[in-house]
């Protein structure tokens, strides 16, 4: 067993772990957050998106040793208190869901996306970030998969929130 810390939606968290344990196991086992969902567990399917240290990753394929002393955010961590965070109330407000068993992964991802394109970082659509359009958008959240099919609603929520940050 190796002993980690890290900091969990704000709170600092220590556990034990076996060196071979997911980050989204231990998330899930071990601390009881229960946003991050285990879909394919294979890092295909994006249901498990969290982020750390601001980075959206796949806490699948994660070991929890290696986030030893960073910051995990999950779906839960996301909001103000009570108030929602923007892209969490954009969903609702533009039906980007529908069973929900993704939306945690697909937030915390939006999340990520949204301060990378802030950034300036490329994408397979733009060599230099510019307005974020429906392309753009559905490149950059391509990991993430909806069973469902409520990609319309995501990107317009996705839409929705960067034209906010524009202003």
Request: charged share 25%.
């Amino acid at each position: 067993m190796t002993e980690i810390r890290m900091r969990v939606n704000g709170a600092a968290e220590s556990l034990d772990v076996e060196p071979w344990v997911s980050l989204l196991d231990a998330l899930r086992d071990r601390l009881g957050v229960t946003g991050p969902k285990k879909g394919c567990d294979q890092g295909a399917c994006g249901a498990c998106t969290v982020l750390a240290d601001g980075v959206r990753i796949n806490a699948c394929l994660a070991l929890a040793v290696q986030y030893d002393g960073k910051e995990i955010t999950t779906v839960e961590g996301l909001a103000y208190g009570e108030e929602l965070h923007p892209l969490q109330a954009a969903f609702i407000r533009h039906d980007g869901l529908q069973c929900g068993y993704c939306t945690p992964g697909q937030l915390c991802s939006a999340v990520a996306m949204l301060a990378e394109h802030r950034a300036g970082m490329p994408s397979a659509v733009t060599e230099r970030p510019g307005e974020l359009d429906e392309a753009e958008i559905r490149e950059r959240m391509s990991g993430n998969l909806c069973r469902c099919g409520a990609y319309n609603g995501i990107v317009d929520a996705i839409k929705d929130v960067a034209a906010q940050e524009a202003r």
